[in-house]
């Protein structure tokens, strides 16, 4: 019997041993989970991706970076920061300013649905993959627009947005680079305008109070405490609030006041999950004028105001850069989130002082008069400016004019841009129209590709 006992006390041990290890392994899994991570070792053991950076980082599914410690080394993360505002000034953790440049991305969700399910024999999109964010930053970018439109939100399963949404943020840090997220409306949110007749806007841009309020929350309430989530944007362009005719002075002072309040609304909505957010708001007028702000500011705190500033902007709204934006980086922060001189057959061409020149040279008549019959038909505008263009390219001196505009504009909004230190991202980085974007569909640069990487690579933040 004696025998017996010391084989059945091996069995027990072992058993106990075997039982103790699965415990222990299980209650590591639960102090291991995301949540319970507070540490660079314990994200690694989490088998969670580490970072290439100096020193290295980890980051967890749920977006937070933990640096690696050593000896003697500094305890500032450089990748990625919660920025803020002061005065009229974005700025970093360690209190320095911060301009960001940068660029717009095409819609989203239909870009991540085509590339999963769009016919692949009419390819209308580059693929929405790794290399498309590498291409991004290979352009010198620090920072992305990533757009998302209320129809492709409201239309797409709500898993498969935040997947798209996710995944852009992922490949984004991969590369150092930061992001922030657009509602990207075009109309007037607080009383629904969206246009009239020819001048109705598409419905893929338009939405409700109640969806844009709802689309925050969910927004704010996934993103809170991703810091590579650097700012959130309301809406896109608000326009104004009245008819198809253009508003008087008077009248987009009072559309202001309601774009404020809706404003204030959507931000205390945002406010509730994320306290600390910081968010652009646009101007009127396609989010060109945000001179209102100086007189009635949004009132609350952490507000940077967002501006459009096109070629032909000024000349149409009858304000120069200082009075539509300008003057009110003197106060605030401003943004210039969306701007391009674009391919030759857009940009400058649509102001009434280039087109008058250049009638001098070619007959445009024709093509002028059918674009009235078009208004707001941004397909058909493309088509008749197409054909302007190819008229011009045979005259060389109007082809000079033309060319010397949009080197003079470029010059100018770059160097008024810099000098007064506001934060831009260029549109686009690709697009089925080739002309807007920065590359083709071979990635390689266009004209204006060229530029805003030269741009960007000559000013990088560090």
Not at 124 to 132: F, I, Q, S
Not at 400 to 408: F, G, H, P, S
Not at 432 to 451: A, C, K, R
Request: charged share 30%; hydrophobic share 35%; glycine share 6%.
């Amino acid at each position: 019997m004696n025998k017996l006992i010391i084989p059945i006390i091996a069995v027990i041990i072992l058993v106990m041993g075997i039982g103790g290890y699965f415990v222990l392994q299980q209650f590591n899994l639960i102090s291991l989970s995301p949540q319970a991570i507070t540490t660079f070792e314990e994200c690694v053991k989490a088998d969670y991706p580490v970072l290439l950076t100096y020193p290295r980082q980890c980051k967890t599914p749920d977006g937070r970076f933990f640096k690696e410690e050593r000896p003697g080394s500094d305890k500032f993360v450089s990748y990625p920061q919660k920025f803020h505002v002061e005065g009229n000034k974005i700025v970093d953790e360690a209190g320095n300013e911060v301009v960001f440049r940068g660029v717009n991305i095409a819609g989203v969700i239909a870009h991540s649905y085509y590339t999963k399910f769009g016919d692949k024999s009419n390819e209308k999109y580059l693929p929405w993959d790794e290399n498309y964010f590498k291409q991004i930053s290979n352009l010198g970018t620090k920072i992305i627009r990533l757009n998302i439109l209320p129809g492709e939100f409201r239309e797409s399963p709500e898993d498969f947005s935040f997947k798209a949404i996710d995944q852009s943020i992922d490949w984004a840090s991969q590369y150092q680079m930061y992001v922030y997220i657009t509602y990207h409306g075009i109309g007037f949110p607080p009383t629904e305008y969206y246009g009239e007749g020819v001048w109705k806007i598409e419905e893929k841009y338009t939405a409700t109070r109640e969806e844009m309020l709802d689309y925050w929350d969910k927004i704010s309430k996934r993103y809170k405490d991703n810091k590579v989530v650097a700012f959130y944007e309301i809406y896109n362009e608000p326009t104004h609030s009245g008819s198809s005719g253009k508003p008087t002075q008077v009248e987009l002072e009072k559309d202001w006041l309601e774009w404020k309040k809706f404003s204030e609304e959507v931000i205390d909505v945002i406010r509730k999950n994320d306290p600390d957010a910081v968010i652009l708001v646009g101007g009127l007028n396609l989010a060109y004028d945000v001179s209102f702000a100086l007189k009635n500011p949004i009132e609350r705190g952490g507000i940077i105001y967002a501006t459009h500033p096109y070629p032909c902007k000024s000349e149409e709204h009858n304000k120069s850069w200082d009075e539509a934006f300008g003057n009110v980086k003197e106060k605030y922060p401003v943004f210039a989130t969306e701007f391009s001189v674009n391919g030759l057959e857009d940009g400058p061409i649509k102001c009434e002082s280039v087109q008058n020149e250049l009638r001098k040279l070619v007959y445009l008549e024709d093509l002028i008069e059918e674009a009235k019959s078009y208004p707001g038909d941004k397909q058909k505008e493309h088509e008749l400016f197409l054909k302007a263009t190819e008229r011009i390219k045979n005259n060389k001196t109007a082809f000079d004019y033309l060319i010397n505009v949009r080197e003079k504009y470029k010059k100018e909004i770059e160097e008024y841009l810099e000098d007064r230190k506001i934060s831009w991202t260029g549109f686009i980085f690709y697009s089925i129209y080739p002309e807007f974007s920065m590359v083709d569909g071979n990635y390689n640069l266009t004209e204006v590709g060229e530029w805003f990487k030269k741009w960007m690579r000559e000013k990088r933040i560090k």
